[in-house]
């Protein structure tokens, strides 16, 4: 069974800088992409940030793009979100996903538990 356990969300003030991570255990496909999502209330979950099996293919929303960064351990055990100068927008339940296959676009079919960022102003 594929499990993804998160780490590293908090509150931290505007400006601040939080690294998220996620670790795989359990049995996986051989290769796939991973990703990060985020959900604020009332709103989808939305695609963040993605980085494919080899780490040559990577997604970054158009908001984050310069102050978010994705990147995966030689193991591909564990993925890492580091988000540098955040904003009260980015306050959101963020989500560490693994894909269907190594498509950074997805589709993903396994979800982490989700952790809070809040970011104060």
Do not use: H
């Amino acid at each position: 069974q594929v499990r993804l356990l998160q780490s590293g969300g908090q509150l931290v003030q505007a400006g601040a800088s939080l690294r998220l991570s996620c670790t795989v255990s359990g049995r996986a496909r051989s290769t796939y992409a991973m990703g990060w999502f985020r959900q604020t209330p009332g709103k989808e979950r939305e695609l963040t940030a993605a980085i494919n099996w080899n780490g040559q293919n990577t997604y970054l929303e158009d908001s984050v793009k310069g102050r978010f960064t994705i990147s995966r351990n030689d193991a591909k055990t564990s993925i890492y979100l580091q988000m540098n100068n955040l904003t009260p927008e980015d306050t959101a339940v963020y989500y560490c996903a693994l894909a269907r296959n190594d498509y950074v676009q997805g589709p993903y079919d396994y979800w982490g538990q989700g952790t809070q960022v809040t970011v104060a102003s």
